[in-house]
């Protein structure tokens, strides 16, 4: 956590933070109250990731912090200084989309999307600590991600898919 900061006219501390989004390091003067959630959407217009319930339920705020799944509403940005962040932006390597996104188009694994950008940031941690997961796996890797349209069935089937596996369900 930085540890650097100026006091405003106001009184009120702002800290120096540095964060590598998506491969770009990115420097701003911020509040200590600022959550990782809002850094991302209001600071750097990354409105990927969502913000759902905002109590660390829903996992729709679901990014990578070196490379590790956090739900990005309960970490303020602080934290995160001189540390690597992954949000849905990022997730695709080249011009096409990720595998996992390809697969949860293919599938039909979206419905209302709001849920979409945690989920597959949650398939994407599993998928790079565990290649090949089995569906109880799958299913455990995407506990914490809440969806209320899908039944989640071809969720697992597309991450299933993603990892070259076909699903029994
Ligand atoms: S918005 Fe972060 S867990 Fe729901
Ligand atoms: S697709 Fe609507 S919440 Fe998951």
């Known amino acids: 956590m930085t540890t650097n900061y ?20 990115y420097t701003r003067v911020i509040k200590a109250n600022v959550l990782l959630v ?7 217009d990354l409105t990927g990731t969502k913000k759902g319930c905002e109590l660390g339920d829903c996992g729709s705020c679901t990014v990578l ?14 934290e995160c200084d001189g540390m690597k962040v992954t949000s849905i932006e990022g997730l695709a390597e080249t011009e096409s989309l990720d595998i996992i996104q390809q697969k949860f188009v293919e599938f039909g694994a979206v419905q209302c999307g709001y849920c979409t950008a945690g989920m597959i940031m949650s398939a994407k941690a599993l998928l790079m600590k565990n290649p090949k997961p089995t569906e109880g796996e799958v299913r455990a890797g995407i506990s914490g991600n809440l969806c ?3 039944g989640y069935i071809n969720i697992i089937k597309a991450i299933m898919a993603a990892s070259g596996q076909e699903a029994a369900i």
């Not at 809002?38 to 750097?44: A, K, M, V």
């Open 38 to 44: 809002n850094f991302l959407r209001d600071e750097l």
């Open 6 to 25: 100026i006091t405003d006219r106001h009184g009120i501390r702002r800290y120096m933070v540095t964060i590598e989004v998506n491969g770009i390091e």
């Open 148 to 150: 209320r349209c899908t």
């Open 65 to 78: 912090l070196n490379d590790r799944p956090v739900n990005s509403c309960l970490i303020l940005a602080i």
